[in-house]
Nanobody
Framework: QVQLVESGGGLVQAGGSLRLSCAAS????????MGWFRQAPGKEREFVAA????????SYADSVTGRFTISRENAKDTVSLQMNSLKPEDTAVYYC??????????????????WGQGTQVTVSS
């Protein structure tokens, strides 16, 4: 099992930026697809972004494309989510997750095995 710890959430005004980080334990971090998901109050969890083990392939939800960037540093066992041009509708608890398999659909939360505790992002209008 991999332990994941998110950080970097907070309160920001619309149009601002935040950078989320996720630190992972375990020696095989570089083998895993890593993803970011979010869940707003009263809504279902939704996919935000994912990145391949090598970091060369990324995938984004349509709602964040062009504003968010996912990246990873395998030497440091971390994955990050740079969020720019934030909107009030980005307000949610953000979770990082890893898949200890070869997921067919990176956007499907059921393809992921381990989850962090989440970090709150609040965007004020």
């Amino acid at each position: 099992q991999v332990q994941l710890v998110e950080s970097g959430g907070g309160l920001v005004q619309a149009g601002g930026s935040l950078r989320l980080s996720c630190a992972a334990s375990g020696r095989t971090f570089s083998r895993y697809v890593m993803g970011w998901f979010r869940q707003a109050p009263g809504k279902e969890r939704e996919f935000v972004a994912a990145i391949s083990p090598s970091g060369t392939i990324t995938s984004y939800a349509d709602s964040v494309t062009g504003r968010f960037t996912i990246s990873r540093e395998n030497a440091k066992d971390t994955v990050s989510l740079q969020m720019n041009s934030l909107k009030p509708e980005d307000t949610a608890v953000y979770y990082c997750a890893n898949s200890r398999r070869s997921p067919r659909r990176w956007s499907d939360g059921y393809e992921y095995d381990d989850w962090g505790q989440g970090t709150q992002v609040t965007v004020s209008s």
